[in-house]
């Protein structure tokens, strides 16, 4: 049983039976009655990172990449700042004054390693501020 927090709404009990990331849509399902749930439906919910499943080696929640270092060709490009999901799963890196967004594909995305807080990214060079540029 986790405790679920929902801002404005209060807090109830429930077991959390799945979880879905989908390009656009975020979706967890809860082990309660349709009626109770229905009033927060499309809300943002909180759960404590002790509540969370813990995955297996080499998964990771978006929430881990907030913060990581973010490398292309072993060169420094930024920090993770946030997590994006809309159309696409976007993330933003920060370098100093500049933000970069990456597209969350496998295309982009060569690594994560959440163990050393690190991300490496194959995009294209003239579109990345390294730390030597400014």
Do not use: W
């Amino acid at each position: 049983m986790v405790t679920i927090a929902v801002i404005g709404l209060g807090t109830f009990g429930s077991r959390v039976t799945e979880a879905l990331l989908d390009t656009d849509t975020e979706l967890v399902i809860l082990d309660k009655d349709r009626d109770i749930v229905e009033k927060y439906k499309n809300c943002d919910i909180f759960i404590s990172k002790d509540d969370i499943p813990l995955l297996s080696k080499g998964q990771y929640y978006f929430f881990q990449l907030k913060g990581c270092q973010v490398y292309h060709d072993n060169q420094f490009i930024g920090l993770v700042k946030s997590v994006e999901s809309g159309y696409q799963t976007i993330l933003r890196i920060q370098n100093k004054d500049k933000e970069v967004l990456i597209p969350y594909v496998d295309s982009f995305i060569k690594s994560v390693d959440i163990d050393s807080n690190r991300i490496d990214v194959d995009v294209i060079e003239s579109e990345i501020p390294y730390r030597n540029r400014f």
